[in-house]
């Protein structure tokens, strides 16, 4: 079942385990999900990030909640963007938005999370928000410092727009990372001892397996992934490529040969790939049987 966000993180708060939040881009994606959630019994967060998958991630996930009705799902929109992205998502039965105004002054960041709570919270919808900023990996250097979240204010901020879970800045990034992550415990710690809902950690890929066990224990309960699960497809898809495409190096003829090989099974090979390494996170956050 589609349930909202808000009562998986609130059960993986209490028993202190952390939930993976993929990154789903198509009906495979969304299938393996599905299919993790079943096997291992978990609680699985489905993340949706882009105006354009809203009402295609909403329909193909009802397919398959139709499927597989005992699993113990939330789908959430990822960095929601705009008003219209959010309200297309909780038209769509998404059961969470997050709304992403992180790089905008504190007082425009709350007025406009404000106004999506009051809408989303109207109809059982969960609602994420950030405080501090999670910068791009390929910038981590530079900005790692700057975005970090500010405990004092992520209370104040909490307060002052009834969010359900709240991403903090405690030294991740998204996608690769430029520079070897250097994750604050301590701060977490801080955030977790002042806030009092579930925290997220977004650009949990790359940050390795040591870290993100790390941040479950101190008080993380939602971690985000897609360029580690996109990496393990796209290494699988390769190894099954490897040797059958035959492509014209200088370009010169424009000449291709295909042997071997189809696109179904290419496509099945990289979901593959992506499902075990989603398998992998489940077990490490230790979310296995919770659901
Ligand atoms: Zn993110």
């Known amino acids: 079942m589609i349930v909202p966000m808000k009562e998986i993180l609130i059960h993986a708060k209490k028993n202190a385990y952390g939930i993976a939040a993929p990154n789903v881009i198509d009906a495979g994606t969304i299938r393996s999900v599905f299919e993790v959630a079943q096997e291992m019994k978990a609680p699985i967060i489905i993340d949706c990030a882009g105006y354009d998958l809203i ?22 929109l990822d960095h929601g963007a705009t008003f219209e992205e ?86 991740t990034s998204h996608g690769t990372y430029k520079g070897t992550p250097k994750i604050d415990f301590e701060l977490l710690q801080e955030i977790k001892s002042k806030v009092e809902i579930p925290l997220v950690l977004h650009g949990g890929s790359g940050t390795g397996d040591e870290n993100l066990a790390k941040c479950i224990e101190k008080g993380i309960q939602k971690v985000n992934l897609f360029t580690d699960l996109s990496n393990a497809a796209v290494y699988q898809l390769n190894n099954y490529l490897e040797g059958n495409v035959i492509v014209d190096k200088d370009g010169k003829s424009g000449e291709f040969a295909i042997q071997n090989v189809n696109l179904y099974d290419a496509f099945e090979t990289g979901i593959k790939g992506y499902k075990e390494k989603l398998e992998h996170y489940v077990r490490l956050f230790g979310s296995v049987g919770k659901a």
């Not at 193909?60 to 113990?72: D, G, H, L, T």
């Not at 950030?130 to 209370?155: C, F, K, M, W």
Request: aromatic share 6%; glycine share 8%.
């Open 86 to 171: 959010a309200v297309l998502a909780i038209k769509n039965g998404f059961s969470s938005v997050m709304v992403d105004r992180s790089q905008k002054p504190y007082e425009e960041n709350v007025r406009e999370v404000k106004e999506i709570v009051k809408i989303a919270h109207a109809v059982n919808v969960s609602v994420e928000a950030e405080l501090g900023h999670v910068g791009i990996g390929s910038e981590y250097e530079q900005t790692r410092d700057e975005g970090l979240t500010n405990p004092d204010e992520a209370v104040q901020f909490v307060k002052d727009t009834g969010i359900d879970c709240l991403a903090v800045a405690i030294g």
């Open 55 to 76: 009402e295609i991630v909403g329909d193909i996930s009802r397919f398959y909640e139709r499927k597989y009705p005992n699993v113990n799902v939330a789908l959430n």
